[in-house]
């Protein structure tokens, strides 16, 4: 049996691991770069791809597929939110006057070809899906072929949200020969979840004190269900006192459908609430001109790169009132955000616009930080571990403190290692 290491190495973005044998050739993940386009990098011969979640750094190089009739594994969330997210992908090509070579229809091949189960047998492979934490629908993979056990975390996280449970070692394979793990935490730890919360409702509250308002750029997908979810429950519970609350994304907006259809995927308590995403504080709007300051948004893109996230923070951004929350660890160098952030700027119309905001970034991660990596390596005991979807910096910083536990290795991009 062999592993080739085609993409998501020593980078995050673009994963893709093929699982071969004489008889079947599997891939974990068909991912994009961030800012990349779709692309024939990856073979196409495979009898199944497996998709672990619906971010596209995981599954965005799906289309390239599309016509030959893959088989696809999944969770349903995961189907559906990839799908949408493809869509999306066409119709922003499309407007920005883009020679696509994919349109709808290859959406709908892809959906006709996904298998929604946890479990399936194919060409001497039995191939086990189990809850990873991370996103809703995340799934770690594990293949038991010629007498081996393979496990591959996708993106993970061991911590538990306000709505999904974090993955749980002891359901999974232990001992198992290779652990493929990310590694994009490998070096850093976070605070507590539960102290970052805290950070973010006293700035939410510092800015309600002086009347301002508050932008949190999210992605469309499980951040933005997250976000309001979180704060509709603090106002609930007193915690944040009334204010507008808005979400606008009308793709956020069909995915939080999909949450309140798919309540099986969520924690215990949110299953027992009848419509757990049919918030009580929280409003839906299609336009920034519906607003009602001041309030609290959020609203896409997550980068802040286009759409109400970037209107809004032009336009917010010159009074010392307002606040933006930036929840994402990574943002990409030529951001919007990230030179708010960090120049305290703005390009608007080609002229610079000083940033008044306080601008504040509070990690919300859905990924595991060194701390829980070092867990799930303690609880399964593999024998050999390969360190992906990270720097190598990250990956290395992981190495060390690993390496008493297991024989670990930082695979090469087109690597390829015999079992
Ligand atoms: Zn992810």
Redesign the pocket.
Known sequence: MRIHFLGGVREVGGSCIAVETDYGKVALDYGIKVGEEVSNQFPKDFDAVII????L??SGNLLSLSRGNPVIVGSRITRDVTTDLLCDMIKIQNMNGNHFPYNNQDVDNIKKSWWIRDSVALLGMSIQLYPAG??AG?KMTSIHVEGKEILYT??FCLHDTEILEGSKPENLPQKPDALIIESTYGGKTRLPRNELVDQLFRQILRTIERKGNVLIPAFAFHRSQEMAKRIDQAMEDGIVPNYNVYTISNLAHKITGYFNDYKQFFTQEIQQQKQPFNYRHVKELHRTGQIQEPAIVICTSGFGHAGASLRLLTEWATDEDNSVVINSGYLPPESPLKIAKEKRELIKNGNKIPVQAEVRQIELS??ADQRELIQLVEALEPKRTFLVHGELEQAELLSEKISGITEVYIPERHETISM
Request: aromatic share 0%; no cysteine.
């Open positions: 672990s979640h619906a971010h750094d995981h991370h996103v995340a996708g993106d859905s990924h």
